[in-house]
């Protein structure tokens, strides 16, 4: 059984502070901010070895990025993936949701046969999700997106869904494509003997020589999405607390509300 | 003179760093209150291969060297004193083994040693045997292919919980300290059985227990270097295990000296935080120095030690050095924080108590000076 596991370098949470928006052309400036895997995609690594602890199975990370997202690939190596491929190139710089699906799905059927693949629910900086079902579609593959629990057996893989209230239970025939959120598992660290690994392993990249995809439909090029303004949301006014005994706290609530018009059905 | 680590080494500490900071420290309070072996911790610990950092390859260690094992420790140790004491107290069941022992017994007892599988221990202390280590009262007879152990042990850290114990005895009790011996003891051998626990000023939940000889027979491929390598192999470890008691004092030191910083850039007083103030200024000021001055002391002794050099002179001078300062720091903290830092609400007063162990415990501040003093009249 083979398992890809797509993996994004995102910046660190804790570094949130520091990260700025280019307001030029409206793009997360990274200089000077620790990144880290998306913690999504570390569930989904974590996910990935655990089924190759039950059912021997090979597990590639890849990630689509700068040359340092090298980094975040080399952590998956000393978790414990077999293998890790970087996808770099100039000409993917840019690339959105639709342009990245695509060219993953290239580099993933470059690599070969795979059972399975796995991706966090989403990136904490972009938070779309869309790269996940995007590329499996792309593949032409079963997707299900949001799972929180997975059984294989005989060439299907059974799962939870987490929905908003409540879970369903999804089969897809493998090979299929999941999306998995926190609640499915919890990373392990990786260990000495996995670093010390991880630090000699080649991590190979894969640009548009290997690919040879049409400027067309990768990067800015290929990308349909334009980002027209990125900002920081207004912070919500600060509330009023109203004071005194219940019938005026009440009787002040219903003014306020009929003042904006939010008590019109009430005669 | 390089004083850089090397890139495997800042590896290592960034992830160690990372697991101390984010499993082990939210723990500690909560260890030390419950006074419970803390499992959770040792497994954390075990599953990163923490345990194999000094032993060779060849026994299922990552043979990385004892300064890289000391930055390791000192961060465990900053994040909880009690679980950077039983990593510690293990190294004094690796070291004889792998200085002393035979290879069959390396073989047999350090792969599980390694991985974290099972902890070792070091049994001298007894109730007349303390400083005076060549007072030992417990026996080791010659019998049936083997030897018969009888007496206690007392203060034992890592007791009962160990699997693979290094108790020393004594075979001729005329002869003192070249009477004695080491012998490998496993948990679960017949007439070896643990008493009570004992309970301390600080560090409750590290396991300092009673050990219980009682006709204990051990094979004769147990015996750990020969039959009158007993004291030797107790001063060697005790000299290695200076530098994992001085780190962990180092480790206290570092964690109390944060708190006072932090404490006294946030409390207001006099409209202003009593960080501007020069009396606590020079407080953090000694604080930093003496420190900085305990950590290279206790590298210097592992580099040494991995160099393959003669280490006890700084591991004495470490020990000293750090476990003084961590009272110092420890005591100063308290001050720092006021009224606050001696309420339990703050974790400075358990580092003040936990400090004091370490001025005690792998030979007092006073035998240290004894043993520098011998030393360096000797040069």
Same mark, same amino acid.
């Given at each position: 059984m083979h398992i890809v596991v797509c993996i994004k370098q995102v910046p660190d949470t804790e570094e949130l502070s520091r990260v700025r928006v280019n307001p030029e052309d409206n793009t997360i400036v990274r200089e000077g901010v620790k990144s880290i895997i998306n913690p999504f995609d570390e569930n989904a690594l974590e996910e990935a070895l655990r089924i190759k602890e039950r059912k021997s199975a090979s597990v590639t990370a890849i990630s689509m990025g700068p040359p340092q997202a090298k980094e975040a690939l080399r952590k998956a190596l000393a978790m414990g993936a077999d293998k890790a491929f970087l996808i770099s190139d100039s000409a993917f710089a840019g690339s959105d949701t639709w342009a990245t699906s695509f060219i993953l799905s290239k580099a993933i059927k470059k690599l070969g046969n795979f059972d399975l693949i796995i991706a966090g629910k989403?990136?904490?900086?972009?938070?779309?999700?869309?790269v996940g079902p995007g590329l499996a579609e792309c593949l032409g593959i079963p997707q299900v997106t949001y799972v929180r629990k997975l059984e294989i057996k005989d060439g299907m893989i059974r799962t939870e869904r987490t929905l908003e209230d409540c879970f369903e239970v999804v089969e897809a025939k493998l090979p299929a494509l999941i999306t998995v959120t926190k609640e499915i598992n919890e990373p392990r660290y990786p260990s000495l003997r996995g670093l010390l690994r991880a630090k000699k392993m080649e991590i190979p990249v894969l640009t548009n020589e290997d690919l040879n995809l049409p400027s067309d439909k990768v990067g800015l090029e290929g990308s349909p999405t334009r980002v027209v303004r990125v900002f920081t949301p207004e912070p919500p006014p600060k509330g009023e607390i109203i004071e005194g005994d219940l019938e005026k706290k009440v009787d002040r609530v219903i003014e306020e509300l009929k003042k904006r018009n939010l008590l019109r059905w009430l005669k | 003179m390089d004083f850089d680590l090397t890139e495997e080494q800042k590896m290592i500490l960034e992830l160690v760093e990372e697991v101390s900071e984010k499993e082990i420290a939210p723990l500690a309070d909560e260890v030390a209150e419950k006074g419970e072996f803390p499992k959770k911790n040792i497994e954390k610990l075990a599953s990163l291969d923490l345990f194999g950092i000094t032993i060779p390859k060849r026994y /299922?260690?990552?043979?990385? /060297?004892y300064l890289t094992w000391t930055l390791v420790a000192e961060r465990i140790s900053r994040a909880c004193a009690t679980t950077g004491l039983i990593f510690g107290a293990n190294l004094l069941c690796t070291f004889p083994l792998l200085n002393f022992g035979s290879e069959e017994q390396k073989e047999r007892f350090l792969p599980p040693l390694a991985q974290g599988k099972s902890l070792g221990a070091f049994a001298l202390t007894e109730p007349e045997a303390g400083s005076d280590a060549g007072n030992v009262q417990t026996s080791a007879k010659k019998d049936k292919g083997g030897y018969i152990l009888n007496g206690n042990k007392i203060f034992i850290t890592n007791g009962e919980v160990a699997d693979t114990y290094i108790i020393i005895a004594n075979l001729d009790k005329r002869r003192g300290p070249r009477g004695l011996a080491a012998f490998i003891v496993e948990k679960g051998n017949e007439g070896f059985s643990f008493g009570q626990h004992f309970k301390k000023m600080g560090l409750e939940a590290l396991p300092n227990v009673e050990l219980i000889l009682r006709d204990c027979w051990v094979p004769q491929?147990?015996?750990?270097?020969?039959?009158?390598k007993g004291f030797r192999i107790a001063m060697e470890t005790f000299a290695a295990g200076r530098i994992g008691v001085g780190i962990g004092a180092l480790g206290i030191a570092e964690a109390a000296f944060r708190k006072a910083r932090d404490y006294s850039k946030e409390r207001i007083q006099f409209g202003r935080p009593i960080s501007s103030f020069q009396a606590v200024q020079h407080i953090l000021a000694d604080m930093a120095t003496k420190i900085e001055a305990a950590r290279y002391l206790l590298y210097k002794a592992a580099w040494l030690l991995d160099q393959g050099k003669p280490f006890e002179k700084y591991a004495s001078m470490g020990k000293l050095y750090a476990s003084e300062t961590a009272m110092w720091v420890s005591t100063k903290a308290v001050q720092v924080l006021g009224g606050y830092g001696y309420m339990k609400d703050y974790p400075v007063e358990r580092y003040m108590r936990e400090a004091k162990l370490f001025e005690i415990i792998e030979g007092t501040s006073e035998i240290q000076r004894n043993i520098l003093a011998n030393l360096i009249l000797k040069e």
């Amino acid at each position: 059984m083979h398992i890809v596991v797509c993996i994004k370098q995102v910046p660190d949470t804790e570094e949130l502070s520091r990260v700025r928006v280019n307001p030029e052309d409206n793009t997360i400036v990274r200089e000077g901010v620790k990144s880290i895997i998306n913690p999504f995609d570390e569930n989904a690594l974590e996910e990935a070895l655990r089924i190759k602890e039950r059912k021997s199975a090979s597990v590639t990370a890849i990630s689509m990025g700068p040359p340092q997202a090298k980094e975040a690939l080399r952590k998956a190596l000393a978790m414990g993936a077999d293998k890790a491929f970087l996808i770099s190139d100039s000409a993917f710089a840019g690339s959105d949701t639709w342009a990245t699906s695509f060219i993953l799905s290239k580099a993933i059927k470059k690599l070969g046969n795979f059972d399975l693949i796995i991706a966090g629910k989403q990136a904490i900086d972009g938070d779309t999700a869309q790269v996940g079902p995007g590329l499996a579609e792309c593949l032409g593959i079963p997707q299900v997106t949001y799972v929180r629990k997975l059984e294989i057996k005989d060439g299907m893989i059974r799962t939870e869904r987490t929905l908003e209230d409540c879970f369903e239970v999804v089969e897809a025939k493998l090979p299929a494509l999941i999306t998995v959120t926190k609640e499915i598992n919890e990373p392990r660290y990786p260990s000495l003997r996995g670093l010390l690994r991880a630090k000699k392993m080649e991590i190979p990249v894969l640009t548009n020589e290997d690919l040879n995809l049409p400027s067309d439909k990768v990067g800015l090029e290929g990308s349909p999405t334009r980002v027209v303004r990125v900002f920081t949301p207004e912070p919500p006014p600060k509330g009023e607390i109203i004071e005194g005994d219940l019938e005026k706290k009440v009787d002040r609530v219903i003014e306020e509300l009929k003042k904006r018009n939010l008590l019109r059905w009430l005669k | 003179m390089d004083f850089d680590l090397t890139e495997e080494q800042k590896m290592i500490l960034e992830l160690v760093e990372e697991v101390s900071e984010k499993e082990i420290a939210p723990l500690a309070d909560e260890v030390a209150e419950k006074g419970e072996f803390p499992k959770k911790n040792i497994e954390k610990l075990a599953s990163l291969d923490l345990f194999g950092i000094t032993i060779p390859k060849r026994y /299922g260690g990552l043979e990385m /060297g004892y300064l890289t094992w000391t930055l390791v420790a000192e961060r465990i140790s900053r994040a909880c004193a009690t679980t950077g004491l039983i990593f510690g107290a293990n190294l004094l069941c690796t070291f004889p083994l792998l200085n002393f022992g035979s290879e069959e017994q390396k073989e047999r007892f350090l792969p599980p040693l390694a991985q974290g599988k099972s902890l070792g221990a070091f049994a001298l202390t007894e109730p007349e045997a303390g400083s005076d280590a060549g007072n030992v009262q417990t026996s080791a007879k010659k019998d049936k292919g083997g030897y018969i152990l009888n007496g206690n042990k007392i203060f034992i850290t890592n007791g009962e919980v160990a699997d693979t114990y290094i108790i020393i005895a004594n075979l001729d009790k005329r002869r003192g300290p070249r009477g004695l011996a080491a012998f490998i003891v496993e948990k679960g051998n017949e007439g070896f059985s643990f008493g009570q626990h004992f309970k301390k000023m600080g560090l409750e939940a590290l396991p300092n227990v009673e050990l219980i000889l009682r006709d204990c027979w051990v094979p004769q491929e147990n015996l750990l270097g020969g039959e009158k390598k007993g004291f030797r192999i107790a001063m060697e470890t005790f000299a290695a295990g200076r530098i994992g008691v001085g780190i962990g004092a180092l480790g206290i030191a570092e964690a109390a000296f944060r708190k006072a910083r932090d404490y006294s850039k946030e409390r207001i007083q006099f409209g202003r935080p009593i960080s501007s103030f020069q009396a606590v200024q020079h407080i953090l000021a000694d604080m930093a120095t003496k420190i900085e001055a305990a950590r290279y002391l206790l590298y210097k002794a592992a580099w040494l030690l991995d160099q393959g050099k003669p280490f006890e002179k700084y591991a004495s001078m470490g020990k000293l050095y750090a476990s003084e300062t961590a009272m110092w720091v420890s005591t100063k903290a308290v001050q720092v924080l006021g009224g606050y830092g001696y309420m339990k609400d703050y974790p400075v007063e358990r580092y003040m108590r936990e400090a004091k162990l370490f001025e005690i415990i792998e030979g007092t501040s006073e035998i240290q000076r004894n043993i520098l003093a011998n030393l360096i009249l000797k040069e």
